[in-house]
């Protein structure tokens, strides 16, 4: 009788996901609220001789990984990034990677909107002072601040969820400037079907002339520290920062110290450089007047969150079964 092939999960993921792994494969799930070191990840994957790992962003996935069990045919990450994933080493090997884009796409555009509308309309600020009893009569510059409708919003990085981020703009008459490697027409013309005209500017023209700037890159040796102090130093004293791609795209230590000196007005972060954020990291003395801070929720809706388990799974079962992955990061990052 042939073995039924083992998939180590390294946090119970939603159940629709486990679910389907569990009809073909033994599914070993690491069921603790944190993640688990990696030499544990190393000694499942050895002990079990696992054919397939579904893991997620905060897994370092590395070549020691990758060696750990000789029948390791692939890794799906639950999520779209696959910064923690060395490409490479899982090329070299043959191993193949999954990954979940699209489905995230809408619902991490909605929470960078979230974050720009919290942080000029300033809702948690103003809830903390409700929660605070501080509430005592309507206040004619009470929690003022800059309009969204009218504004100019910058996306820097036009892919998928930059995208769909400048789509919403639309219902507040923005008007919209991107930057990136190069000019995307196609992207422009699809953003001029829901009636957003988006120009494409060099990224300090669009630093400089932004009201918000929203970061949508992956994060790369090229995009790590993409916004540091000169940049931060081109934008201007009202304007917001918005990131929901990767917290090693901002220079902490350089975004910390526009927020002290009011070089920029407020920043939204869904991502941090560290991530998880200590609440008495130096950043977050800034919160909530200027800072608002999420903890990584972009695709966390329910129904994004139980498609992203069901894309793992997919992913996890053309790997073992040495098909082409519906989602393979090898192939979008070239390597395959
Ligand atoms: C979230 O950041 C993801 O990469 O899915």
Redesign the pocket.
């Given at each position: 009788m042939t073995e039924i092939p083992t998939v180590y999960v390294t946090r119970s993921i939603p159940e629709i996901g486990l679910k389907r792994l569990r009809e073909r494969y033994e599914v070993v799930i690491w069921e603790e609220k944190l993640p688990p070191t990696k030499d544990h990840i190393v000694s499942r994957l050895a002990e079990l001789d696992a054919e397939g790992l579904v893991c997620l962003?905060s897994d370092q996935v590395d070549a020691e990984v990758l060696d750990a069990s000789p029948d390791l045919s692939v890794v799906s990450?639950?999520?779209?990034?696959?910064?923690h994933i060395d490409l490479d080493a899982a090329a070299e090997r043959g191993i193949a990677v999954g990954?979940?884009p699209g489905v995230?796409t809408e619902t991490?555009a909605d929470l960078a909107w979230a974050l720009l509308m919290t942080c000029a309309r300033r809702t948690v600020e103003g809830h903390a002072y409700v929660a605070a009893d501080e509430w005592e009569t309507w206040g004619p510059t009470l929690l003022t601040g800059p309009d969204v409708h009218g504004a100019t919003l910058g996306i820097v990085g036009l892919g998928n969820i930059g995208t769909a981020t400048a789509k919403r703009a639309a219902g507040f008459e923005m008007e919209v400037r991107y930057s990136g490697r190069s000019r995307k027409p196609e992207r422009e013309d699809e953003l001029a079907e829901v009636g957003v005209e988006a120009t494409y500017v060099e990224r300090d023209e669009l630093l400089a002339e932004c009201d918000f700037v929203s970061l949508h890159v992956p994060l790369t040796g090229a995009t790590a520290g993409l916004i540091g102090e000169s940049e931060l130093e081109l934008m201007s004293e009202d304007a917001i920062l918005i990131n929901?791609?990767?917290g090693e795209v901002i220079d902490t230590d350089a975004l910390d110290a526009a927020l002290a000196t009011g070089e920029i007005a407020r920043a939204g972060l869904?991502?941090t450089d560290p991530e998880p954020l200590p609440s008495d990291h130096p950043l977050f003395r800034h919160a909530p007047e200027r800072l608002v801070v999420t903890p990584?929720i972009?695709?966390a809706s329910i129904g994004t969150r139980n498609q992203?388990a069901e894309m793992v799974a997919a992913c996890t079962e053309a790997g073992i079964e040495g098909e082409s992955l519906p989602h393979s990061a090898l192939r979008d990052a070239g390597l395959e």
């Open positions: 962003l990450t639950f999520s779209v990034g696959y910064d990954h979940t995230l991490t929901t791609s990767r869904d991502v990584h972009g695709s992203m």
